[in-house]
């Protein structure tokens, strides 16, 4: 802090044009304790959101018993693999996992392309309807999910595919919001590279696919990213299709630790600590278009 | 202007799917299903659990099996947090349950009262023994005409836990406890010599005021429907609440975790709960075995009933169900057998409801948590004395409103009578019932 005080003060016009005062106490110094406050409310709001977290990697290497009562753990304990070996035994879990990564990937696969492509088409091509039709599928964003249950339980029960993974995939394929965000993105997609394609020869589908869906990749990453999320963690739904203990997915197995005179936490614990590595693993590789396709669409507006 | 035709049609389309949605909800459109108890039983059946009742389940299903040739009993851990979600759904579209499901006692009155044709009548089967099932149990799983709807499965029989190194240090002899006045001073004894609080409960959640108001054999409603906590009984328990609270000998907790915590810490010297709660003990707090003792919960006035009801549940048969006879079968079999039962209790901690199970020899055993006292032994008599009292299809909203009350006079000091009865006005008005006696 001293050597970066002294350097400005030197020449304090070049560290920072903006800054009109005088050279007296180093405006590096004075920015830096001007900031404090901002980089103190950073660290307090890293800390609240780490000490979950960090919670929950304790929690999952104690037992349970020594969860309740105080003073509460705060270093690892030696439980982690008693309670692997009871998540994996209660609740078979890693055979809970591969079910949900298959439902995830393939509802990420099959909802990406349908949202892709519906969005596309709401925003590049003009049709007779098309504003009733966005119409209709942001109507559907506005039914609540629990109006829903009922009837769509009896189209699955009238359809024989309760207990069955087509029943959890399919009615939410066509996602209204990943619809609505891709055409948003398509809204701003430049029409004169597409022009171009077209004036070159290529098809419909040969301009989407290879000239669009290249540029529009950001935007894409996080699609991909959301659908997966919210597939991952889905709850209310697979619990009313699946009941089958080996077909349950990793949010409805856990909550069956959930017991009527004792909860399994450091169970409960470890099998959402694992549950959150998926989700990391898919952050890490999408990230850099993540934030691209985030900061994309702050700057389009 | 052209799109309004389009909107339209759409729109009457999803007007008829709704009314098509209504129609199949109200389900039974079939006749109800009148089970024989002679019948020859086969096929397959599957079953609905959750926690240490699915292990239950599984078990004697495989007993069930060798026992009747051609028959298939399948059970699935639904999870118990959230198996209601999957029930009412599935009774509300009239499909997608399966032949046996397990139901609380607290919620199967409503269930009961809102389905009245969601469920089997299990009385021909089941019928004959009702004189050996808990009372209370038997009428609360039962409709207003009689008819069992869901069989009782384990008891939720109250006792009074107290840690009894407590009780020795502040020189208190817990057989001497025999009525609530005596718990106040014991804990105000306790309080001064140990530094320790008498008892924590979830204020918020009613801290136990109907447990205490069933002990007096009184529900929220009497047998006419009308609202009955402005009753001296209601008020005397309410006042017990009260009491405690302002002497400082009760600590509020917060859910079910909250009083795990305070009874590891030592802040609970006594604990109102039903048998249950032993296995809550010996699976999250193992290190305090030795420490406690059970003795009766304490009477209003000597001479009183020493228990109540809290939790325990039973199994029902849906009127969906593919094979009901086989499914009310294999409930007949599971809970109307005293070894069945009891060795229910055995391996896996279920207290049964039905009476012959509790002359087993497994009840009499001196048990090591509690320094060697046969507590099963005094859970086992007092169940046939647990207080039948009547549920109606307000319940659950009664419930949110005496839990208010209960706050007002706990945490804030409200005069207990005039907030009962502030209570049963507001239930008067939400549920068009009258208040008894007025």
Redesign the interface.
Known sequence: MSVTSTLTSVNPRTTDARDSRPAGAGPALRRGILRAPVYLLLAVTSVLAVVPFLWMVVASTHPTSELFGTPLPVLPGGELWANLARLQESVNFSQVMLNSLGIAVIYTVFSSIVSIMCGYGLATYRFRGRGILLGVVLVTMMIPMQVLLVPLFQMMASAGWIDSYQAVILPFLANAFGIFLMRQGFLDFPVSLIEAARIDGASEFRTFYRIVLPVARPQIAALVIYTFISQWNAFIWPLLMLNTEDRYTVPVALNTMIGMSRVDYSGLMLGSLLATLPLMLLFLVFQKQFVSGLLGGAVKG | MR?RT??LP?ASLAAA??LA?CA??GGSSAAPVVLDPDAKVSDEI?V?S????ATALERLGAEFEADHPGTTVNV???????AY??LS??L?????L?DVVTIETDRAPGYINEFPAGFVDLTPVLGDAEADFDPFKWSAQSDADGALKVAPWDSGTVGLFFRSDYFVDAGIDPAAIETWDDVVSAGETIKQTTGHTLLSLDVATGAGFQMLLQQQGQGLFDDEGDITITSPEAVEALTLLQTMNEKGLLKNVKG??GR??SA??GDSAVTPEAV??I??LL?????LSGTYGVTELPAFEIGGVRTSNS?G?GLAVPAQAENPQLAAAFVEYALADADRQASMMEHEGLFPSYLPALQGDYFHEPQEYFGGQPVYELFAEQTANIPPITFTTDNAEASDIVANAVVAAVLNGADPESALQDAAEQIATATGREIAGE
Not at chain 2, 76 to 82: I, T
């Open positions: 799109s389009l909107l759409a799917a709704l949605g199949m909800g599957t609905w959750w926690d240490v009742a699935v851990d639904v999870g118990y947090d959230n979600d999957k759904v599935g509300q579209a009239g499909s997608g399966p079910w975790d795990v915590t590891k810490d249950w709660w296995g809550t699976g999250d707090a193992p290190e939790g549940s």
